[in-house]
């Protein structure tokens, strides 16, 4: 699974610089950028059986993106995307590099519709201050769909985004109190609204 999610991430990356060079043949190629309303899994601290919901929070997303086809086009995109979780007065953030590879179809004028899989390599996992290297896998894949609007070259579009399952990360939380280490767990699987506004070059 990981050999094919790097496959899959590594042709976005060589889609994006072959639409670069062929743009002048109708295809198109940019920069996007944007906000993310986000949040992650539960948090199930081992001493407690009561998971706590995640609150959403901004994050942000910056990028580039290739599209060919007009009517019916696919769209994979290359993005750094940083997001943040609250959990009561804890703060869970997650940098990552996401690939989207989308199939969209206009619907009526400059709207159109796009659905597709988003390939997710995590960078850094951090939770109030702590660092966390033990994720169960760094690669994962979600769910994106959504809607657009393309005037010329600029777009803007809104889409939702949900993993497809669950990608725990442990860690070490010391309780002083009770003087007693115990292993936390915490769910980075994403949740998301994502809120782009894109520039074909």
Not at 26 to 53: C, R, T
Request: charged residues 20%.
């Amino acid at each position: 699974m990981k050999h094919l999610q790097k496959t899959v991430i590594a042709t976005a990356i060589l889609a994006l610089v072959g639409f670069s060079m062929t743009a002048q043949n109708g295809n198109s190629f940019g920069i996007k950028g944007g906000l993310n309303y986000s949040a992650n899994g539960d948090y199930f601290e081992s001493a407690s059986a009561n998971a706590k919901n995640p609150d959403r929070n901004i994050g942000y997303h910056i990028g580039l993106f290739g599209k060919i086809g007009n009517r019916l086009y696919l769209k994979p995109e290359l993005m750094y995307t940083a997001t943040r979780s609250d959990y009561y007065s804890d703060e869970f953030s997650v940098k990552k590099i996401d690939a989207p590879v989308l199939v969209g179809v206009k619907i009526l004028g400059p709207v159109s519709v796009f659905a597709g899989p988003s390939f997710q390599y995590l960078l850094d996992t951090e939770f109030e201050g702590i660092e966390i290297d033990n994720v169960e896998d760094d690669f994962s894949i979600g769910l994106n769909f959504g809607i657009g609007l393309s005037f010329n070259n600029i777009g803007i579009d809104l889409r939702y985004e949900r993993g497809f399952s669950e990608n725990e990360a442990t860690f070490i939380d010391t309780n002083l109190n009770l003087d007693e280490v115990f292993e936390s767990r915490i769910d980075t699987r994403p949740d998301q609204l994502i809120l782009s506004l894109s520039l074909a070059l």
